[in-house]
């Protein structure tokens, strides 16, 4: 990092760890959200999937495909690993 630069960063956190973050502050009923960090940073899967968004995904599935959101397209089902859907 040049010495002209160090100011413009808010925070040390990696990309990972910043996503996380944000979506473990997202509320229970913020699916729009939560689903958005994962369209644009589907890495996150490997990175910390498992622990976090397999239990997300397993409790809701069945009430997205029942109720349908805006964001619950094929292309984000998709995106979303087999055993992470119930």
Known sequence: IKRA???TFYDMDTASTYTRKM???FR???DLEK???LTIHPDVYKAWGDELLKPWTIKNWNRWEEEKPSWFTDAWIDG??????P
């Open 5 to 7: 630069y160090p100011h």
């Open 23 to 25: 979506f473990s502050s």
């Open 28 to 30: 229970e009923d913020q």
């Open 35 to 37: 689903s958005y960090l």
């Open 80 to 85: 979303v690993p087999n055993e992470y859907i």
